[in-house]
T-cell receptor, first 112, second 112 residues
Framework: DQQVKQNSPSLSVQEGRISILNCDYT??????FLWYKKYPAEGPTFLIS?????DKNEDGRFTVFLNKSAKHLSLHIVPSQPGDSAVYFCAASGSGTYKYIFGTGTRLKVLA | KAGVTQTPRYLIKTRGQQVTLSCSPI?????VSWYQQTPGQGLQFLFE???????NKGNFPGRFSGRQFSNSRSEMNVSTLELGDSALYLCASSRSGRDEQFFGPGTRLTVL
């Protein structure tokens, strides 16, 4: 039972354009969400998080949007840069737990 | 500030053997989580420790166990290895377990 889903395994975007990565979840108890970036042969690197009390959080070029009614979150990267090419994971945690459920990842390729 | 370190980085074992992986968290972090990453499966949560106590456990068989020491360092043990245990094992640390996690580079385990 995949509670966190990233339905697009890959995405290609031109440099300078917007990258939008999507994530859907099924568990309404999830209240904290994170995005990670992963390069080959390295551990995931934390990018940005959002609590369920918010619907948007920004950090530089990265913005995460949360739509609780749709159980959907998205990560926007503007402008996209070739160095952003990596696998992106979303993760969710439920209230009162210390367990993160990860999606299967989306491979982003930013074309120069 | 030193990051999360994991040892060893690579390990080759045969079926039936056991293995112990080690993780040293970032100084000041008391929560350590372990994940298994296999192709197509994303990161699967194994367990989380805080102040030497396991607070959450994922859906893995009892062959997978862990512990945390008073200095927050953690070890993970897999007994009676199976071919399907071949994976990248990632450790992540955080201050409380409900904030952003910082990952180590992982231990690549190959079971022959």
């Amino acid at each position: 039972d995949q509670q966190v889903k990233q339905n697009s395994p890959s995405l290609s975007v031109q440099e300078g354009r917007i990258s939008i990565l999507n994530c859907d979840y099924t568990n309404s108890m999830f209240d904290y969400f994170l995005w990670y970036k992963k390069y080959p042969a390295e551990g995931p690197t934390f990018l940005i998080s959002i609590s369920s009390i918010k619907d948007k959080n920004e950090d530089g070029r990265f913005t995460v949007f949360l739509n609780k009614s749709a159980k959907h979150l998205s990560l926007h990267i503007v402008p996209s840069q070739p160095g952003d090419s990596a696998v992106y994971f979303c993760a969710a945690s439920g209230s009162g737990t210390y367990k993160y459920i990860f999606g299967t990842g989306t491979r982003l390729k930013v074309l120069a | 500030k030193a990051g999360v370190t994991q040892t060893p980085r690579y390990l080759i074992k045969t079926r039936g053997q056991q293995v112990t992986l080690s993780c040293s968290p970032i100084s000041g972090h008391r929560s350590v989580s372990w994940y298994q990453q296999t192709p197509g499966q994303g990161l699967q949560f194994l367990f989380e420790y805080f102040s030497e106590t396991q607070r959450n456990k994922g859906n893995f068989p009892g062959r997978f166990s862990g512990r945390q020491f008073s200095n927050s360092r953690s070890e993970m043990n897999v007994s009676t290895l199976e071919l399907g245990d071949s994976a990248l094992y990632l450790c992540a640390s955080s201050r409380s377990g409900r904030d952003e996690q910082f990952f180590g580079p992982g231990t690549r385990l190959t079971v022959l």
